[in-house]
């Protein structure tokens, strides 16, 4: 199976504490690695998470509270440093750039690399990146600032070809790559040969969607639905469902509802307050509701 995983770097929220890091995650497809969110702290984890910097392709940021982007500089200071040349597209709201791009200005005048910001709407789900294997699109959040999560959509594969059979009907190579489109092959004798006898069907493609930070927003659902993985925040117990509301947050029974509405394969939960005395509590809640829920805890890789 090709490697589609999600590495939790961070899951605390706003405040720090010795208990989490700040928001901030890596997916890794292929060995190519998208970051999602990048609070303070995120180089540290990385760097602990052995993952490789310069597999890094580009960043994600979900919302401009500091929990979610104060990573930014360090990072970027520190792939200058490191010697990396590659472009490094950051994408995030349209207010990031104004704010980062004086303080790179300043701090990195001699970056090896150029930085390029691309800002979306958060208002409106719309595809924002795409690649070979890959489709990366917003999610509209609802928080106390405009907030997007994203969905991340593995493309559809290729099937498999099976090698003996190209080599039994001595399939040129150059006709390989319209077999694997779906072409039947038409051997020199005029024969026509389906294509099922050379293919194996695809792996299925995968799906994941990370929300935070949001309330309980209803609104997501048909856009997260049906995903392998969702990671939704859950910064309170329902207990303070109050204070989740007046924060824009969500309780841990919330995120809950949410992936079992949308009928999502499995939730991971994070973003946790300071204030928690002991996870397991909000893992007991969603689980009432959504059985197969996990915490979300540093150092943790997924298979989407
Ligand atoms: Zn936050
Ligand atoms: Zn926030």
Known sequence: MERFEVNILGCGSALPTTKHFLSSQVVNLRDKLYMIDCGEGSQLQFRALKLKFQRLNSIFISHLHGDHCFGLPGLISTLGMLGRTADLHIYAQADAEKIFKPFLDYFCKELTYKVFFHSFNPAKS???????????????????????????????????????????????????????????????????????????????????????????????????????LLYHEATFSHEDVARAKETYHSSAKQAAQIAQAAKVKKLIIGHFSARIPDENILLHEAREIFSNTILGKEGMALNV
């Open 126 to 228: 719309e595809l924002i990146y795409e690649d070979r294997s890959l489709k990366v699109s917003t999610i509209p959040l609802k928080h106390r600032v405009p907030s997007a999560g994203f969905l991340f959509e593995e493309k559809p594969k290729s099937p498999h070809i099976i090698r003996e059979m190209i080599d039994f009907y001595q399939v040129p190579t150059s006709r390989i790559n319209t077999i694997k489109a779906g072409a039947d092959f038409i051997a020199p004798e005029g024969q026509t040969i389906p294509n099922a006898i050379f293919t194996r069907p695809a792996e299925p493609s995968h799906k994941y969607a990370y929300c935070s930070d949001t309330a309980y927003y209803e609104k997501i659902i048909p856009l997260i639905e049906g995903v392998d």
